[in-house]
């Protein structure tokens, strides 16, 4: 049941300390830097030349992450939306890994992006959160989230969870081909092992709750960012739109300019994302949206240049810049659970929305 809470979605929220916990469980060894992906021997991902992640919706978001976090540590690699694979595959050989992003194990169009990678002789991975699901019975290969049951339509703590894993497995790969690990894998795994304890800090300490009051009844809501801060925009977005109704984009910060700033009015509020990749470029797009008047919400450290410039601030901790977009997105949940809240939106099932998506 919901125990305390009012909803499924804001007890998940709240189980993201456990869950993450759960799902690094024995797979990282900080003490001497080791990834223990004990799902795979050292070496697996030797062969593999270039990645492609396939998923769709929240999913898809956590793909971007992982794609970023792959591209960043020297392999190629994008993310496609599932649904799109069909009709605009780039080429696969036995040399590219496929990888399967879906919480539920069941989404029609990932299976069939699945499908069409297994046919064309990839090799296949499905990262999920079902055991026996039908992904995980399809794909080569398998790595498990081990998040337990969401309920909630809306994606929360399965997010973190496929994020988190895709950046261990990203190191992986990447220490797979080139024979060592990243110089700084120890301290990302040692942060990464702080993480737990980072949400609950956001958790425990969040003023989320008086962002949502305060901008209420705003025209429409964009969040942006750079870098990893970008899929973490897009989904800030995504759960914003899906559970209150509202207008919500995310853009990556530098393109507000090219287009989206025509948008921009003092009823626009811009939630602004800092991960420590070119902050300084983000907050001069943030300050242009402000000179429009638009409310800035900078989500970021306490101590980081953005708090100054902006109206209001969403406080994370200072964290390793491949980790600081998961705890800017608990922000964002939040933000989002109680915008829709004081909506009085059916929050778990929002309308016209199914929790697993069977048909194409
Ligand atoms: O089960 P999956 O992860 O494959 O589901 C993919 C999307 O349908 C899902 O993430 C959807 O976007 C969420 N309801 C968003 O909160």
Redesign the pocket.
């Known amino acids: 049941g919901k125990g305390e809470y009012d909803h499924f979605m804001l007890k998940e929220i709240n189980e993201q300390p456990t869950s993450l916990a759960q799902a690094i469980e024995g797979r990282i060894d900080p003490a001497n830097g080791r990834i223990a992906l004990s799902d795979f021997e050292p070496g697996t991902f030797e062969g593999i030349d270039s990645v492609q992640f396939v998923?769709?919706?929240?999913?898809y978001h956590a793909a971007l992450y992982g794609s970023l976090t792959l591209n960043q540590a020297g392999v190629r690699s994008s993310a496609l939306l599932a649904n799109e694979y069909s009709v605009s595959a780039p080429p696969v050989d036995d040399e590219t890994l496929v990888i399967a992003?879906?919480?539920?194990?069941?989404?029609a169009d990932?299976l069939n992006a699945l499908r069409q990678a297994n046919a064309e002789g990839a090799q296949t991975l499905t990262v999920t959160n079902v055991v026996g699901s039908t992904a995980a019975r399809e794909a080569d290969d398998a790595l498990f989230i081990r998040a337990g049951p969401e309920i909630g339509?809306?994606?929360t703590k399965?997010f973190s969870s496929q994020a988190v894993m895709l950046t261990l497995l990203g190191q992986r790969i990447a220490s797979d081909q080139r024979g060592e690990p990243r110089a700084d894998t120890e301290s990302l795994l040692a942060e990464l092992a702080s993480m737990p304890g980072a949400i609950a800090d956001v958790l425990d300490d969040s003023d989320a709750a008086a962002i949502a009051r305060r901008y209420a009844d705003s025209q429409a809501y964009f969040f942006i960012g750079r870098g990893l801060g970008f899929p973490v925009a897009l989904e800030g977005a995504?759960?914003f739109k899906?559970i209150t109704y509202e207008h919500a984009e995310g853009f990556a910060s530098g393109e507000l300019k090219h287009g989206p700033l025509a948008l921009v009015t003092p009823e626009t509020p811009v939630f602004a994302i800092f991960t420590g990749e070119e902050d300084e470029k983000t907050l001069k797009n943030a300050e242009e949206a402000q000179t429009r008047g638009a409310p800035v919400i900078a989500v970021c450290p306490d101590d980081h240049p953005a708090v100054e410039a902006a109206d209001d601030h969403l406080e994370i901790a200072d964290t390793d810049q491949d980790l600081a977009g998961l705890l800017a997105n608990v922000q964002l949940q939040l933000v989002s659970y109680y915008a829709a809240d004081l909506l009085d939106r059916p929050i778990d099932k929002p309308r016209n929305?199914a929790?697993?998506?069977t048909v194409e």
Not at 101 to 107: D, I, N, R
Request: proline fraction near 0%.
């Open positions: 998923a769709c919706g929240t999913s992003v879906t919480q539920s194990g069941e989404t990932t339509v809306a994606a399965t995504l759960k899906e929305l929790k697993s998506v």
